[in-house]
Structure formats: C-alpha cells, structure tokens
C-alpha cells in the first residue's frame, strides 16, 4: 500500500469521533469517518466459508471442508489456494475482514469448537494456519487469528479462567499465534475467556508478547462483546471493540477526560484501525494490498433456493469426476472453484484402515446406508455457518458413479427440521419458502418477505417492531401425529390451521450471543395432519431487548417404525456386494457454546454397523464428524474412513475416494483414542470460574506417550492406496534428508514426518512415487533441534506418525544393503 502519515490523520479528528471509532458502528461493520476518508471496514464470520453480515439464507457462500479436515492435509499449498478462493469471496460480498482462522488447539477431543481448530500439535496447527493468512491476505482480505489465546473450552467460555504455566503459554499455546504474526496477518481477536487471572480483553498478553517482541502490526479486535470495562480494557493492548453502537468504551471520553485512560492510547488504537483499513482500501490515499489473483467465478456467484445444510442437494450440472492423479492438478482459475473444493475433500480424507476392499471396482453394487449418508453434515454448529447453494451428499455422490441402493437404518436428532423450499411456500405468494413478517404492537404488518427457511437467524428489523411472525403452507407427505416446533425468547405461540397449540413464554437466561442468535430454546407439540391436505403454520415470538430475532417454524412427520428400518438397511446390506455405512454427529453433539460430554455415537449407529457387518464382510464405515468419536468395531469391517466435516462437495470427493480416482490423501491432525476414559486430558469445564492446564505441555500425542497408552491411530496416521519402505535418513544443513521407496502397485503420495526425541513435530514433507520408484526429499527442520542432533543432546527420528520411528539419523532400513 501507499504510505499515507496515519498520524496526521489521527490529529484532525477531536476525542469524540476518535473514540467513536473504536466500538462497532453495528454487528459487522465499523464507523466511517469521511472527514479523512475512512469508510467503514466490514466483517464476517469464517472459517469454512464467508458469511457476509448477518444470517440470511439466500445470500450463499462456498463451504469448505471443516479446519480438521484442512489440517489432515498437511498440505499449506492446497490450503493457501482455498485461502484465495476464500478472498474471492469475501470480495465479492463487500467483506474486508474474514474472522479466520481459528488457530487454538486440540487440547482435548470433547472441546465443543474441537471441529474450529487445526490441530493438537502446534507446528501443524502454525503452519497450516499461516497457510490461510497468506492465501486470504493474498488475495486482498484481512485474516483474523483468533482466539488469543487458550480458548479451549465452550463450558462457561465467555468467563472462565485459564491458568496455564508461562512456559507452556509460550511453547504450545503461543506458537500458532506467533507463526501468524510472522506471515503478516492484520488482524488478531482476543477471547473471551480469561488468562491467569486476566480477561484477555486487558490482558498483558495483548502487548507483551503480541505487540511488543512478535511486533504485531496491526489491529486487535474483541471476540463479540468480550470488551466488558471502560479504563481496564482500553489501557490495555485492546483496539477494536466489537459488535457495536453500544458498549463499554462509550464512556471513553469521560474516562480520558477524568485522566483514567491517557489520549496517547486511543491514539494508537485509531492509529492502527487506519492502518487496516488503508491494507484492506478502506481509506482514501492508500493503496491496498492488490489481490494476486482474478476473483473466481464461484459456484456461489448466483443468490439461488436452496435447502438447508443436510437436505438433499439442489441439481446443478454434474461435474465430470477427474482421471488425473490428484498431485497433478493445478490450482484453480475462474471455472475450477468446485473441482478446488473437490480436491480437498480427498485430501483430507483419512483412510485409518483398509484390509484390501478399497478402492471399488467399477460397477460395484453400493448399500449406501447411515443417518448422514443423505444428510450428509458438511459443516460444524455455530457462528461459523455458512448457507452453500448447494449440498453433494454422500449419497448423490456415489449416485453418480456406480448402482447405489439406500436407506438410514437409523435416526438421529431429536428436534423437527426447519421448514424449506422442498416442503412449505408462502402462503401470500404461493412460491417456495416462508412468509416473514414484522408486526408493532397491535399486530399491524410493519414489514414482510418471503424467505427460504424456516430457521430465520436475521431479519432487517424495523422501528416499532414488537413481533416477528414466521408463516409457511405446509403440504404433508404422510398422514399422522407430526411433531411441530417453534423457537426463540419471550412469548411463543404455534398456530396450526388457525388453532392455537402452543402459548408460551421462554425467559433469557443467558449471554452466549451463539446461543441467542444461533440456537434459541424451542417449544414443541404434535398435531394429527393428512396426506395431501395443506395447513398454515404460523409461529411468532416476541422481540425483547437483547433477546435477538432467531425464530424457527419446524416440523417433522412420523417416522417408519425402528425396528423395521434398521431390519432394511441389513437387509440391503446382504443383497449388495459392498456396504457403505456413514456415521456421525449431530448439530446437538458437535457446536459452539457447549462441550461434548460423550465420544460416543449417538443412536444406535455402533450397532447398525455391526449388523451390517454381520451380513456383509465388504464393510466399509465413512466417519462424518468433526473430531474423535469412539469405534469400538474399527478393527471388525474392512475399511474406515474419516471424512470431517467436508464441506459443500462432499459427495464428489468421496466418491473419487472410494473409487481410487483419488487417494485418500490425509493424515490425523489429532490422535485418536479406542475409549472415552483413556484420554490423558480430558478436562474442559472449570471448577470454581477456573480451568486448570495441569498437564503442562504434554496435550495430544506427546500425553499419550507420557500416559503410556496406546490410543486407536496416532497423530499423523493415515494409509492410501499403496505401501512405503523408508530406506535411509540423513542430515542436511537445513535438516534431514529421507529416502523412500514406493513398495506397493499404485503411484501414490506418502507423508514424511520427522519428530524430535522428547520434542514433538518439526517437520514435514511430501513425497510422490509411481510403483518401485525410490524418492528423496528435504525436511526442513528448525535450527534449535537441529543444533541438539549435531551436539548429541538430542535426536530427531522419521515415520509415518508419532507413534512409529521408522529411522533415526544415520540409519538405513535393515532391508537395504550397505
């Protein structure tokens, strides 16, 4: 960008437009201030995707696959280009600020945001991290590393206090926001949770080491509403409190004026909301960061209907599977956003067993069976969210490729669905959706449009408004008792074909803004309803203060008998030559705002797949979650495979899996245990407003070893499609040399890990091999560790995961000759 002197700038504006700068002109966007050009910056929610300002299912977004799935790449050039695809978008919706990546860490499998984040390891989680700042801010759009720093846990996150040792903040929880200020990310967000005894809103950590000896430029904004006090906050290294009008620093100018807060400091806090805002072409005079790419034509580009995440997917033209290795294809232009989003599905796809069934012939009969199978979950609950224009499932991926015959076997979720465009219209216009109304008081209409869900986050509320009415036609498929729901604060009411079921009253008794703006409490009730017969349903709530707008209308109709659905899916299980079971977690398992209590899989799922193996030898169980769930039956089928969260193409990407047009090209970002109870940390909800960090720095893999338990898959596993033979490790001047050969029928990919004795991960590489080919390749390895192998005072070993040293410094495989 163009120098312009930011000082000069912060010297024309008196106290009050200063300060005015600093707190939120709304949820998402900052003041303007056109006595020196300043316009206002707008903000969005990520990761996976860009929201833009607010929930509003017709503006839709492309959907990545989940953090975890990102990081069981290894792959920081994959990750870069989806971090440019991501600036394409926030370009194209007017966002200057993406509030991503999230760079805590793994501490433990039941942490709520487990999904969010990276990884246990803090390299990986550094790298991989780094990786989506340059490839945002390469394209022109602010990154946000968030959420500085350990905010681990989701039970009572908004206050609790973290008390971690010194060192350990410094050498595992610190290091991914370091590697972050290194590649030069502009923005930092601190958490909402406290740090030894300080909330991070004014906590030290925010000047020393952040600002100080990292030398972090730019600017620090508030998680939303984490800003709770006046002087303490803005004495601190705080710069932007978020979301606004409203908030503690409106009382700064009395607080500089009483001398509780010196000007200097408000000064610095503009100085550096300018110095975005120039970076992002926010400000007149400065030349911001030019993107290096061409925005993308995105799958996006168009404001479509579309279902709901989980819904069967929308029909788009089908993209022709590739028959390319995957290390060959390039990295995408205008038409290949879709082909990106495929690539990483296959990427991060884990294959953690295969007894030879994988990959499928051409013409395999398929029993696609499993709650997620069609309803596949792309994406983790939350703020994080995002509304794709359309959803491949599981289902429809592999419909495309081979025969596929279908059923879930089991149910999971207990709450009704949210009306869409595939079951309601609006009862005004008559076209797919829902009538929403504003009403005052009395009950006049101040306002309506016709949305496309049920579930309505986000409204443009008006003056006056006291209600919001959400009104759908619904045509029932089946005759029955159907279970009907309504959601939000205040007092709730249900009308169904004009006969009032439901009057109540839900009081506010939290401050979660992800529980208020995201997931309110619902009411529910049954009402008998007739196949082909339309009936309005019509839910209102009651717009208190501070309360938000989310209103949800569902419904759901009665359900084929237990028994007898899980007796279909065995049934097609024993008729096909292979079974495909997917299995998961649900949105009241895995989401912001709370932690999970159970690694279990919900509803029956466990013994669904041991039913199905019983008939069927060919088994093969894809994994649809986020983090670690139990597998008490992984060494029973014949294969199992991780999908994440993956994202708006997941069906394409399994379905190059499963058929080797790809290999399964991830490895675990975090270890996987066989039980619950044998975690080595497990702890995340505080006693007393206080989470211990008592295991010191010993979290992920490097607790499993000091535990001297074997988990089910260490950190850094995976298998693909073909075998490796590591032949012989040197040292290099910039780390360590590897050689391995490809032992196995198929080119293939290996990932070559190198670890430090007592020390964890300090390296990777890639290495890519036809059949019998031998390669070599170059781990780079930090100076430090390279210095204690050349002093003896320690060593670094070389393997396919934390759990395996293949071969040490010096060493050759005992099967290759001297």
């Known amino acids: 960008m163009d120098e312009v002197d930011l000082d000069a700038l912060v010297g024309k504006l008196e106290l009050g437009r200063k300060v005015r700068l600093l707190t939120g002109a ?60 991501l600036a394409a978008e926030a370009r194209r919706k007017g966002v200057d600020v993406l509030l991503a990546p999230t760079l805590n860490l793994h501490r433990t499998p039941l942490a709520g945001r487990h999904f969010e984040c990276f990884s246990e390891d803090p390299l990986l989680t550094a790298r991989i991290g780094a990786a989506y700042i340059t490839g945002v801010q390469g394209g022109g759009v602010a990154a946000t590393a968030k959420h500085y720093v350990a905010n681990d846990s989701e039970t009572e996150r908004m206050t609790l206090d973290a008390r971690v ?46 600002k ?22 803005a004495n601190a290294a705080q710069d932007l409190a978020m979301p606004g009008p409203d908030g503690p620093w409106r009382d700064l100018v009395a607080a500089v004026e009483r001398g509780e807060v010196p000007e200097a400091a408000v000064d610095a806090k503009v100085k550096r909301l300018l110095r975005l805002a120039a970076r992002v072409g926010a400000l007149d005079g400065a030349r911001p960061v030019e993107p290096q790419v061409e925005t993308p034509e995105t799958p996006e580009t168009r404001r479509v209907e579309t279902p709901p995440v989980g819904a069967s997917r929308v029909e788009t033209p089908p993209v022709e599977a590739p028959r390319v290795e995957a290390s060959r294809v390039e990295a995408p232009r205008v038409e290949a956003s879709r082909e990106l989003l495929r690539e990483a599905v296959a990427k991060g796809t884990v294959l953690l067993r295969n007894d030879g069934v994988l990959p499928l012939s051409p013409g395999t009969r398929v029993a696609v069976l499993g709650p997620n199978a069609a309803a596949t979950r792309i994406q983790g609950g939350g703020s994080a969210g ?21 059923t879930p076997g089991v149910r999971l979720g207990d709450r009704p669905t949210p009306l869409t465009t595939l079951d309601s219209v609006d009862p005004r216009s008559g076209e797919p959706g829902v009538l929403v109304r504003q009403l005052d008081a009395d009950g006049t209409e101040l306002a309506a449009e016709r949305r496309l869900l049920g579930r309505v986050l ?62 309110p409490p619902e009411r529910e009730v049954t009402a008998r309803l007739v196949a082909g017969r339309p009936v309005d349903l019509v839910a209102r709530r009651e717009l208190l203060e501070h309360t938000g707008v989310a209103t949800v209308l569902a419904a759901d109709p009665p359900r084929p008998g237990a028994a007898e659905e899980f007796a279909r899916a065995v049934e097609l299980a024993r008729t096909s030559d292979v079974a495909v079971v997917v299995v998961g977690t649900t949105e009241e398992i895995e989401s912001e705002g709370f932690d999970r209590a159970s690694l279990a899989l919900p509803g029956g799922q466990d013994e669904l797949v041991r039913a199905v193996r019983a008939v069927n030898e060919r088994t093969v169980v894809v994994v649809n979650a986020g983090s670690p769930v139990e597998l008490p039956w992984q060494d029973e089928v014949a294969a199992v495979l991780l999908t994440w969260f993956p994202g708006q193409e997941a069906g394409h990407g399994l379905a190059d899996v499963l058929f080797g047009v790809r290999e399964p090209g991830g490895r675990l970002p975090t270890t996987w245990p066989v039980r619950q109870a044998d975690l080595p940390v497990s702890e995340v909800r ?30 850094g596993h995976g298998l693909g499609y073909t075998t490796w033979a590591y032949e012989h490790v040197g040292a290099t001047p910039a780390g360590v040399r590897v050689r391995v050969r490809n ?76």
């Open 26 to 85: 709304t949820d998402w966007r900052t003041h303007d201030e056109p006595e020196i050009g300043l316009r206002s910056i707008v903000m969005s929610d990520g990761p996976i995707g860009v929201r833009g300002q607010g929930w509003d299912e017709r503006s839709t977004s492309v959907a990545l696959p989940s953090p975890t799935a990102l990081a069981a790449s290894w792959d920081v050039g994959l990750v870069e280009r989806l971090g440019l695809l």
């Open 165 to 210: 040792d010194e060192d350990v903040l410094r050498e595992v929880y610190l290091v991914p926001f370091e590697h972050a200020v290194r590649a030069g990310v502009w923005v930092v967000m601190s958490a909402y949770n406290g740090v030894n005894g300080t909330t991070m809103s004014e906590n030290p950590l925010l000047a020393e080491p952040l």
């Open 212 to 233: 100080g000896s990292w030398g972090f430029d730019g600017l620090v904004v508030s998680d939303w509403g984490a800003v709770r006090s006046t002087a303490a906050s």
């Open 386 to 406: 995002v509304y794709p224009e359309s959803v491949v499932s599981f289902l429809d991926g592999l419909r495309e490729v081979t025969e596929v015959v279908h």
């Open 458 to 519: 986000d409204v443009a509320r008006v003056a006056g408004a006291r209600t919001v009415e959400v009104r759908g036609r619904l045509t029932p498929d089946v005759d029955g008792e159907w279970r009907l729901s309504v959601a939000g604060f205040g007092r709730l009411t249900l009308d169904v074909a004009g006969e009032r079921l439901l009057d109540e009253r839900v009081p506010l008794d939290t401050d979660d803004p992800a529980v208020i703006s995201l997931t």
């Open 686 to 715: 505080p006693e007393g407003g206080v989470l211990r960090y008592a295991e010191g720095a010993d979290i992920g893999y490097r607790a499993w070893h000091r535990a001297g338990t074997a988990p089910a898959y260490w950190f």
């Open 743 to 818: 032992t196995g029928g198929r080119a293939g990919r290996e990932l070559v890990q190198v670890y430090a004795t007592g020390g964890g991960l300090v390296g990777w590489a890639h290495a890519e091999a036809g059949p019998g080919e031998v390669v070599t390749v170059d781990v780079e390895v930090p100076e430090r560790w390279r210095a204690r192998v050349a002093d003896g005072s320690g060593g670094l070993v070389v393997g396919p995961n934390a759990g395996s040293a293949a071969l040490r410094i010096g060493e050759r495989s005992p099967s290759v000759a001297e």
